[in-house]
């Protein structure tokens, strides 16, 4: 099947998500905790930069198609919920509140999903992103890029701290407190962008059609 080139870096984006799940998921025999760190961010970044990529080349070009449609949320969606199963098994002291926010997003995309398909094949209504989703997705990247990250400049700063004092520095290597803001932030986003999706197109569920 011949696709274009937002099509193309979508798929890329969706087989990417296997690899997240491998490096993030590996044992720190064969990689290193921090190194893991590293390459996920890097691996998750570089994700987020084509979705938004992909889109602006199938705007600008006329290359939207009915296959990137169906796949950009698609791969979207997967690479965001294997970022956090892999924080989940990498952070046991986020586990609690990374349970919680993966059943909300989940939950979330679930029933905007759901009800953008019923909107759109019973109405014939388009649900577009508005600037609440917009949000969503960018404070959800920010918080799984500062999960990552945060422990690899902690270690940074204390070897930078030694240096400069020369000696060993005592570091409290969990306190996240960059990550808790910004998972907190994120989760607010999800649940208000879900429930101002639910509350504007709730009209169009008719319980007797």
Not at 133 to 142: A, D, N, P
Request: glycine share 6%; net charge positive.
């Amino acid at each position: 099947m011949k696709m274009n080139l937002p099509n193309k870096l979508t798929v890329l984006r969706l087989c990417l998500v296997p690899v997240l799940l491998l490096v993030g998921m590996l044992p720190e025999s064969i990689i290193p905790f921090h190194i893991s760190c590293v390459v996920c961010a890097v691996l998750f970044i570089g994700t987020s930069v084509t979705d938004m990529l992909d889109g602006k080349i199938a705007r600008k070009h006329g290359l939207i198609t009915d296959f990137g449609k169906f796949l950009d949320p698609v791969a979207d969606k997967f690479m965001v919920i294997g970022a956090l199963f892999v924080i989940l098994y990498k952070f046991p002291e986020l586990k609690t509140i990374m349970i919680f926010t993966l059943i909300i997003v989940v939950f979330r995309e679930l029933a905007v999903t759901s009800m953008r398909l019923v909107v759109s094949t019973g109405e014939g209504i388009v649900i577009a992103a508005n600037s609440l989703g917009k949000i969503k997705t960018v404070s959800q990247i920010v918080a799984i890029s500062t999960v990552f990250l945060e422990p690899v400049v902690q270690v940074i700063a204390k070897w930078i701290g030694e240096l400069i004092v020369g000696e060993t520095l005592v570091w409290r290597t969990d306190i996240i407190p960059l990550s808790w803001a910004s998972i907190l932030f994120s989760l607010i986003m999800t649940v208000w962008s879900g429930v101002n999706y639910i509350k504007s197109y709730w009209k169009f569920l008719d319980p007797e059609k």
